[in-house]
């Protein structure tokens, strides 16, 4: 991939199963801006050959969604770590990027809104989305994660980095 | 000739878009470009005004070949949507044809169809 270092565990790749537990299947970083269709038909391409249909799908949209994100709302605009792995289990894909504080509180509470109310925020968040598009800042992409991947969201930080991890049962 | 017919096609490769006149639009291929609404959001908009300016009753959208979009790109079916709404009586019916199985259109045209009320039908397979 064109300015992306993509890292295959080649162990698990030949193996053709899954271990329990183990290193990321697909590491991914970026330091310039990423090209969010290659990655797309990249991500798409490798859960069609891993996953089942759903999941394929599932994992794909997330993924997607969670790059999309980054670039958009990242400080940097670069930076970016993307990761999938099997962990006991559960699928679990990951984001880092560097932000800022205010963004990182804001992705908090937006959490914690979209966990108590998936089905609901989704829809709020769509209907949301109507009208003019200057300062939309929506969290359309979380919703869709949440409710349509059917994904547990979580957040942790490390410095000024902010790691958004999406999981659901293999 | 229809207006319809007139409306300049986008360029983007991953996505196609086929207009079969007098009331028919497909779209096939995915959407994950940072911002589509630059690119496509003035091509949904020009569909809109041609099927008003045409007297449409009805659009049909077939969307069941569109595999995956962004959420940025579900914005231009919620746009879309709510142009319609806006129209009125004076509008036409905007008739998305989805594939249940595509989760994305399965969960977006429920909700886009309630956002939408009678200007909105959804034909699901």
């Not at chain 1, 989305?129 to 957040?155: F, K, Q, T, V, Y």
């Not at chain 2, 017919?5 to 878009?17: G, M």
């Not at chain 2, 969307?63 to 962004?70: I, S």
């Amino acid at each position: 991939m064109t300015k992306v270092d993509a890292i295959l565990s080649r162990a698990q790749a030949a193996s053709g199963s899954f271990p329990a537990s183990g290193p990321a299947l697909i590491h991914v970083t970026w330091d310039s801006s990423p090209d969010l269709e290659q990655f797309l038909g990249f991500i798409s391409a490798y859960c069609k050959g891993r996953f089942s249909t759903s999941l394929a799908e599932r994992v794909t949209l997330t993924s997607t969604e969670l790059l999309d994100n980054a670039v958009r709302y990242g400080s940097l605009a670069r930076d970016f770590t993307y990761r999938l792995a099997i962990e006991g289990g559960y699928v679990t894909v990951s984001m880092q990027n560097t932000t800022v504080p205010a963004r990182i509180e804001m992705l908090s509470a937006q959490l914690r809104r979209l966990e108590s109310a998936p089905e609901q925020v989704y829809a709020a968040e769509l209907e949301r989305s109507m009208g003019p598009s200057s300062g939309r800042r929506s969290m359309l992409g979380l919703a869709r994660i949440r409710h349509e991947a059917e994904m547990r969201i979580d957040l942790q930080t490390e410095a000024n980095d902010v790691i958004i991890r999406a999981q659901c049962k293999r | 000739m229809s207006n319809i017919s007139q409306v300049e096609l986008p360029t983007l490769a991953s996505f196609e878009l086929v207009i079969t006149p007098p009331s028919s639009v497909a779209m096939r291929g995915t959407i994950a470009i940072p911002d589509p609404g630059l690119l496509l959001g003035g091509c949904f908009r020009r569909l809109h005004e041609a099927s008003l300016a045409d007297g449409l009753r009805e659009l049909s959208v077939d969307v069941r070949q569109l595999t995956f979009v962004n959420s940025s790109a579900i914005r231009l079916f919620v746009d879309w949507s709510s142009w319609v709404a806006v129209a009125g009586p004076q509008g036409y019916l905007l008739r998305f044809r989805t594939d249940r199985r595509i989760t994305w259109q399965r969960t977006s045209f429920a909700v886009l169809q309630s956002l939408g009320g009678k200007s909105i039908a959804l034909d699901a397979e």
